[in-house]
């Protein structure tokens, strides 16, 4: 039972907790951040300003002036050294809850792999295993809050759009929240759904007293277990949604962008097309802002989903007739613009619930890669020597790529020497490709880490004192 059936004395102050979280990722969501300052260690790396850094606890200082006031006025903040941020209200007990308790630790996460790969698998598989662990994204703690509020948002029809450092996930992101949501049963609240974990997290984790609860009570609030989110009474799994995704180029025409729009759509009436079956569609739009801009600076393909975000339909211009859309809700993606990236009219910026995906933090880094490569040397026939150098190849490639991101700067004759978090992926790549019968020792292990390191950095350097500096980097 939630919170605040159970404690109905209390609504005002429930409500309070449920502002501030709101405010914090409205007003705060977009901010540049750095994600590193969430973490205990609080290690600046890669040159961060002294404004970015700030801006976190700026806000967070600014929550707690506002709100941090003993009730009814105001609402009782977590005390400790993580900032708001790092909060989420839990539904069942009604306080805030750190984020980090929705994500299993690195070992559980390779154990857990491991055991649901035990069997033999045939070569084939095991190859096609190699390229899942490459492209599947690990669970983090941005992964998961991100993917929440984008969800929720998405689910009652708010375009969404997500920004962030070229690199940084946001496309994969988006791709696994949409996965997700059109599983049947992903829209509604269960625990195992998307918004199910954090809503009912505590029916996830097993909670004892709940449990007893629900033994002792019978069947009262079955009923309000089975209602949808957004108030539809089904007792079946919600379907799920369907979804389509456009990726943009800067040669993207305006006719194929109204195509690939309605193409979920079905026709209803002369004038209308719905979802089928009354389904959401959601239209993820990745790279939104690198349509080319036409001679008096409008980016067309842009024009037409502002025209859809309007004006709810569009131009049919073969038939010449207005036709209304429902059931449609875009979702977006964008870098900051620069490099082929344009500025985007804020005519179509003012529609999109704007949210800023931080660049991850080392820690975040470390528990991607050690949970990828972690999986691989677990379900290989690794010597135990080669599986215990797990945390020095992540600690080592993740060392190196920070090194290059410092030392090797872009300058006008060096343009390319931009490094983002998709070259370190692929150092980690290459490491999946290892080969067990050949990779037997530690030393082996350092080649096979400096072979994939020189592949992806070393060989784009181009003058030779660079080269020179980057062979002698300590591995
Ligand atoms: N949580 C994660 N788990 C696993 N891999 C991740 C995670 N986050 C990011 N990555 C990896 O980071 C790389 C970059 O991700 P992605 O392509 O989504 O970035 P992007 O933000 O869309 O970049 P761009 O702005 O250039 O389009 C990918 O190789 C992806 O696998
Ligand atoms: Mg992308």
Redesign the pocket.
């Known amino acids: 039972m939630y919170f605040a059936q159970r404690n109905p004395a209390q609504l005002t102050n429930f409500l309070g907790k449920l502002f501030v979280f709101s405010f914090v990722w409205s007003f705060g969501g977009n901010f540049r951040r750095d994600e590193n300052l969430d973490d205990d260690g609080g290690i600046i790396q890669r040159g961060e300003t002294k404004q970015e850094v700030s801006v976190t606890y700026e806000f967070d200082n600014f929550v707690h002036e506002t709100f941090d006031t003993e009730p009814p006025l105001g609402v009782r903040l977590p005390t400790g050294n993580k900032t708001i941020y790092s909060y989420f209200v839990d539904m069942k007990s009604g306080n805030f809850v750190l984020w980090d308790i929705l994500v299993p630790s690195t070992q559980t996460l390779i154990e857990k792999s491991a055991i649901m790969s035990l069997g033999d698998l045939h070569n084939s598989q095991a190859e096609q295993q190699k390229t899942i662990l ?7 703690v ?2 998961v809050r991100y993917s929440f509020l984008m969800a929720l948002l998405l689910l009652d029809k708010h375009p969404v759009l997500l920004t ?10 988006i791709l696994n929240m949409i996965k997700q949501i059109s599983k049947e049963g992903g829209t509604g609240t269960k625990a195992d759904s998307l918004l199910g974990s954090v809503f009912n997290f505590a029916d996830k984790n097993n909670d004892l007293i709940e449990n007893i609860m629900t033994l002792t009570r019978g069947n009262e609030d079955s009923a309000v277990e089975k209602m949808n989110l957004f108030g539809s009474q089904k007792a079946k799994p919600s379907p799920g949604v369907l979804s389509s995704i456009i990726q943009f180029s800067a040669q993207t025409t305006i006719d194929r962008t109204c195509t690939q729009v309605i193409q979920r759509l079905v026709r209803k009436g002369r004038d209308s097309m719905v979802g089928p079956r009354g389904r959401k569609v959601i239209v993820f739009i ?2 939104l802002n690198v349509p080319a801009q036409e001679v008096y600076g409008a980016q067309p393909p842009l024009e037409l989903l502002r025209q859809f975000l309007d004006l709810g339909g569009f131009y049919d211009t073969k038939k010449l007739q207005w036709k209304n859309t429902t059931d449609l809700t875009f979702t977006a ?3 900051p613009p620069g490099g082929g990236r344009n500025v985007v009219n804020p005519r179509i910026l003012k529609h999109f619930c704007m949210l800023a ?1 931080p660049t ?1 933090s080392t820690r ?1 880094l470390q528990h ?1 890669y050690q949970v ?1 490569l972690g999986k691989f040397l677990h379900e290989g026939d690794f010597v135990p020597e080669v599986k215990e150098s797990l945390f020095s190849f992540v600690s080592g490639s993740i060392a190196i790529f920070y090194r290059m991101c410092n030392e090797m700067l872009p300058t006008p004759t060096k343009i390319h020497y931009t490094f ?3 070259d370190l ?1 692929q150092v980690i790549q290459g490491l999946l490709q290892a080969n067990e019968d050949v990779i037997v020792n530690r030393d082996l292990c350092a080649q096979l880490l400096a072979h994939e390191v020189t592949r992806t950095f070393h060989d784009r350097l181009i003058s030779p004192s660079d080269r020179e500096r980057s062979s002698t980097l300590p591995l």
């Not at 490459?134 to 983090?140: F, L, M």
């Open positions: 490459a492209n599947e994204i690990v669970p983090t941005d992964s962030g450092e070229s690199g940084v996930g946001k496309s994969s992101l990745d790279d993606a964008c870098a995906l991850p975040n991607i990828q983002n978090f998709r992926s």
